[in-house]
Structures are given as structure tokens and as C-alpha cells.
T-cell receptor, first 115, second 114 residues
């Protein structure tokens, strides 16, 4: 079945630095990928929709300059958390689907800790 | 606007018994999809089952079945013959129209006991 790979699975960084998270669709092409954020014991909240070859669409309240999304190819989307702060510590997870009749498949997530 | 409601923050079930996890939804779009995902403590989201709004029959996938009651706007997940490995968070989610993005419920933590 469809597989989505996310890297890294865990990252610890210092406050003020930037962190890049990669999301790859391994056996299908994804014109659209989605980035979610999940705080401990809470649900997944959609941050943005990543569109191949065009700008990402951000959900209300999500700072586009802080969470940079690049969808440079049909199999890769990246999320860069710029100038990270401790409040950005969270679980970030991406998802993609091959076509409209397929379910969304998720990467394994990235646990970001900002110290 | 779409909304997914899961009213059970936690559920317990004995091994080998069946359990129903509740999910209600609200949308004004006549075309939508309903999903259930399992999230173990390791964090990954595992797709379990899908029900389209126009599907005539309830979806089934192995031990998972979806009790879809369109008039009541409910899409409950039924897990039969529970196993210890079923212990996890379970999320109900919905997509509307042609949009692929999902709106998630708050989840239900299922604990399977001996």
C-alpha cells in the first residue's frame, strides 16, 4: 500500500535555530500533502496544505513566515520551523494521498523539542 | 464548517469482547468521507476504515466495521474480538467535498484488559 516517510522522527534543537522536516511519498505521487500538529493528549490540528509547484495554503492562526513549506516535487514536501521557540515543541505529522479514492496516509511523525 | 465529535475520552474493554467507539459529525456538504485512524503510543497514524457518504453498505475491514447512520450523522467504529494490541488512541475524521484535508475528533483512548 501507499507509504509516507517522514524524517527525522525526533529532533532536539536550541531556541532560535531552524529545523527542517521532510515528508516523502514513497510509492505514489502526491500533488497535495498536509501538515498537522499535535500537542500532548490532543487531537491533530491541520496547519497547512502543501501544493506541488505553488504556495502552501495555511490554516487560520498559523504563521506562514514561521512555518515554511516547500513542495518542490510530487514526492517531497518540507516543513521548516524557523527561529524555533520552546512553545513550538510538538509532534508534527504529514499526510498524503495518491488519488481522491485513496485514504490519507500519514508519516510516522516528528517529535520536536526546543530547549 | 465541519465538525467531528467523539464524546468518549476513554474506554475499557476486555480481551476478546467487542467495543463501539462513538463518532458524530456535522457538515453541510452532501459529499463527504468518514475515516477512523489508530494512533499507538509510538505516534504513527494507522488508517483503519473508510465510509463514503454515498456508500449504501457499512464498511468493514477485518475486525473493524463502521456503523454508519446517515440520518443521525453518526459513524461509530466497532472493533470485534478485541486484542491487547488494540490499546491505543482512536480518531474519527472527516473530509468534505473534493477536499482531501481531514478534520479530526478529539479521540478516544481504548484500553484492552485481560
Amino acid at each position: 500500500g501507499a507509504v509516507v516517510s517522514q524524517h527525522p522522527s525526533r529532533v532536539i534543537c536550541k531556541s532560535g535555530t531552524s529545523v527542517k522536516i521532510e515528508c516523502r511519498s514513497l510509492d505514489f505521487q502526491a500533488t497535495t500533502m498536509f501538515w498537522y500538529r499535535q500537542f500532548p493528549k490532543q487531537s491533530l490540528m491541520l496547519m497547512a496544505t502543501s501544493n506541488e509547484g505553488s504556495k502552501a495554503t495555511y490554516e487560520q492562526g498559523v504563521e506562514k513566515d514561521k512555518f515554511l513549506i516547500n513542495h518542490a516535487s510530487l514526492t517531497l514536501s518540507t516543513l521548516t520551523v524557523t527561529s524555533a521557540h520552546p512553545e513550538d515543541s510538538s509532534f508534527y505529522i504529514c499526510s498524503a494521498r495518491g488519488d481522491t479514492h485513496s485514504p490519507l496516509h500519514f508519516g510516522n511523525g516528528t517529535r520536536l523539542t526546543v530547549t | 464548517a465541519q465538525k467531528i465529535t467523539q464524546t468518549q475520552p476513554g474506554m475499557f474493554v476486555q480481551e476478546k469482547e467487542a467495543v463501539t467507539l462513538d463518532c458524530t459529525y456535522d457538515t453541510s456538504d452532501p459529499s463527504y468521507g468518514l475515516f477512523w485512524y489508530k494512533q499507538p503510543s509510538s505516534g504513527e497514524m494507522i488508517f483503519l476504515i473508510y465510509q463514503g457518504s454515498y456508500d449504501q453498505q457499512n464498511a468493514t475491514e477485518g475486525r473493524y466495521s463502521l456503523n454508519f447512520q446517515k440520518a443521525r450523522k453518526s459513524a461509530n467504529l466497532v472493533i470485534s474480538a478485541s486484542q491487547l494490541g488494540d490499546s491505543a488512541m482512536y480518531f474519527c475524521a472527516m473530509s468534505s467535498g473534493t477536499a482531501s484535508k481531514l478534520t479530526f475528533g478529539t479521540g478516544t483512548r481504548l484500553q484492552v484488559t485481560l
